[in-house]
T-cell receptor, first 113, second 112 residues
Framework: SQTIHQWPATLVQPVGSPLSLECTVEGTSNPNLYWYRQAAGRGLQLLFYSVGIGQISSEVPQNLSASRPQDRQFILSSKKLLLSDSGFYLC????????????FGPGTRLTVL | SQKIEQNSEALNIQEGKTATLTCNYTNYSPAYLQWYRQDPGRGPVFLLLIRENEKEKRKERLKVTFDTTLKQSLFHITASQPADSATYLCALDRGATNKLIFGTGTLLAVQP
C-alpha cells in the first residue's frame, strides 16, 4: 500500500529565516505530487505540482519554491520566510493517470514569528 | 474560472439524523466531483468520487448525488454519529490535467 510522509510536523521559524519541508511517498511510482497551503479557516490553496522529476509548475507567485530531486520526493523551500507564510502545509500525491484523487500527508504546521 | 461554494456555516445535527451538505459550482461541469473529510490538524482524506454521468453514488452510510443541471452535489451521511464530526470538502477537476479545485469545506458537528 502507499504511504506519504511529511516532516517536520510542526515548525516555528523567525521572519527572514530559510525553510525546507520534505515530503516522500512510498509504494507507488511516478506519482503526481502537490504542495498546498491551508490558512486558518480557509480552503486549500495549491502552491506547486509536479508530474515528474525536475518538473515543477507554480500556481501562485510567492516567496516559496519547490523541487523534485527524486521520483517520490518533493521539497518546499524558501530563502527568507515572511509572516504571511504561516499556515498548514500539505503534500499530496495522485496517480499519473486517472481521476486525480489525491492522498494527503499529515501536514506541517508552520508558524513564522 | 471555476468556483466552488460550500456552506461556510457549521452544520449542527443530532446523532442518528441524516446530515446533508451542499456543494455548488459556478462554471463548466466537471468530469467528476470528489468529497473529502478533514479532521482538525490532519490532511484531508478521500471519501467518494462521482462522475458526471452518474446521478448517485453510495458507500456504507454515505451517499453523493450530482446534478449537472443545477451544478450541485449533495453529500449525505445517514444515521450520523459524533465520530462523523469533521470538515467536509468538495473538489472538482479543473478541466486540465492533474489538478483539483477544493471548496472551503463545511464543518459538521454531530451532537450525542
Amino acid at each position: 500500500s502507499q504511504t506519504i510522509h511529511q516532516w517536520p510536523a510542526t515548525l516555528v521559524q523567525p521572519v527572514g529565516s530559510p525553510l525546507s519541508l520534505e515530503c516522500t511517498v512510498e509504494g507507488t511510482s511516478n506519482p503526481n505530487l502537490y504542495w498546498y497551503r491551508q490558512a486558518a479557516g480557509r480552503g486549500l490553496q495549491l502552491l506547486f505540482y509536479s508530474v515528474g522529476i525536475g518538473q515543477i509548475s507554480s500556481e501562485v507567485p510567492q516567496n516559496l519554491s519547490a523541487s523534485r530531486p527524486q521520483d517520490r520526493q518533493f521539497i518546499l523551500s524558501s530563502k527568507k520566510l515572511l509572516l504571511s507564510d504561516s499556515g498548514f502545509y500539505l503534500c499530496a500525491w495522485s496517480l499519473a493517470l486517472g481521476t486525480d484523487t489525491q492522498y494527503f500527508g499529515p501536514g506541517t504546521r508552520l508558524t513564522v514569528l | 474560472s471555476q468556483k466552488i461554494e460550500q456552506n461556510s456555516e457549521a452544520l449542527n445535527i443530532q446523532e442518528g439524523k441524516t446530515a446533508t451538505l451542499t456543494c455548488n459550482y459556478t462554471n463548466y461541469s466537471p468530469a467528476y466531483l470528489q468529497w473529502y473529510r478533514q479532521d482538525p490538524g490532519r490532511g484531508p482524506v478521500f471519501l467518494l468520487l462521482i462522475r458526471e454521468n452518474e446521478k448517485e453514488k453510495r458507500k456504507e452510510r454515505l451517499k453523493v448525488t450530482f446534478d449537472t443541471t443545477l451544478k450541485q452535489s449533495l453529500f449525505h451521511i445517514t444515521a450520523s454519529q459524533p465520530a462523523d464530526s469533521a470538515t467536509y470538502l468538495c473538489a472538482l477537476d479543473r478541466g486540465a490535467t492533474n489538478k483539483l479545485i477544493f471548496g472551503t469545506g463545511t464543518l459538521l458537528a454531530v451532537q450525542p
